[in-house]
């Protein structure tokens, strides 16, 4: 057993088999006195259903994955080159295999008889655009062994480029007076909208703090399930060789019992035989 392929089991399970399956797998590791390889399949972490239904792709469309990996090498060398042109049909390309290979994994994650909805399909899109854009993503979606979906860095040429609009023409004279009228009311709009703008920004910031505090707190709760998992499946099997060895021993000692009831009779017979016999010498004796 080796933490290569003990990985490529667990992630190719569903989620909700994969907690049980780690904790077997760690505890026949201690069992094996291999401490350190248990340590690692309980760092194994429980997929999300993004996840699942990305690695789910992997090892059903090998094909796609190779295709993919593909595409992005040309997308990141048509952007090293700034090859607009190219960039722009490549892009196209990618948009195009991206939705098809999410709405595939989602047919893959419905016949696993793990149906998933619209948002777990949108993540697995980030997954694969994550694929496109960083070649080490690549990898470690190939790997197959993903726990959490994969995001793009910050600056890929995540979209096609946006064609530059045509100048507009001067404004006829019968509009000049809106057009005043705008330009008075732009300060006071501008700073309506830094303000929006501002409070947006508080909430999206208190909102990923409290993101983060719950993700924490989901994280350690799965950690105290996954070890109490692994704590049970490991008193299991110490239970079952236990359970197996009084087993042993209740059918040693009901044959022993056999034994000895039998040893015991033929004693008894033994005895009667040499009782019989004596009596026999004796008179024999006597009448000599």
Do not use: C
């Not at 789910?56 to 700034?82: H, I, T, W």
């Not at 990898?139 to 993903?146: F, K, P, S």
């Not at 909208?193 to 993101?211: N, V």
Request: no cysteine.
């Amino acid at each position: 057993m080796d933490l290569e392929s003990v990985a490529d089991e667990l992630y190719a399970l569903s989620p909700g088999e994969f907690v049980a399956a780690r904790g077997r797998h760690v505890a026949a590791a201690r069992t094996a006195g291999e401490r350190a390889l248990a340590k690692e399949i309980a760092a194994l972490r429980k997929p999300t259903l993004a996840a699942w239904a990305g690695n789910l792709l992997v090892r059903s469309a090998p094909e796609q994955v190779d295709a993919l990996r593909r595409l992005g090498e040309g997308l990141r060398e048509a952007q090293d080159r700034l090859a607009g042109e190219q960039l722009r049909e490549l892009t196209r390309q990618r948009n195009a295999l991206v939705a098809e290979l999410a709405r595939e994994a989602r047919r893959l994650a419905a016949e696993a008889g793990q149906p998933v909805g619209d948002a777990v399909q949108h993540e697995v899109e980030t997954t694969l655009h994550a694929v496109l854009a960083d070649p080490d993503a690549a990898r470690e979606w190939a790997a197959g062994h993903l726990a959490k979906p994969l995001t793009t860095r910050p600056g890929f040429p995540g979209t096609a480029t946006t064609a530059r609009a045509p100048a507009s023409r001067p404004a006829r004279k019968r509009h000049l007076r809106v057009v005043e009228d705008t330009d008075r009311a732009r300060p006071a709009e501008l700073a309506r909208a830094r303000e929006e703008s501002r409070a947006a920004e508080r909430r999206a910031r208190d909102q990923d703090k409290a993101l983060r505090r719950d993700e924490s707190q989901r994280d350690k709760a799965e950690t105290r399930l996954e070890e109490a998992t692994a704590r049970v499946a490991e008193l299991s099997d110490r239970l079952r060789s236990a359970e197996k060895a009084e087993t042993q021993a209740r059918e040693a000692l009901t044959q022993a019992r056999r034994t000895l009831t039998a040893t015991a009779r033929a004693t008894r017979e033994s005895r009667r035989a040499a009782d019989r016999a004596a009596a026999k010498l004796e008179g024999l004796e006597e009448d000599t």
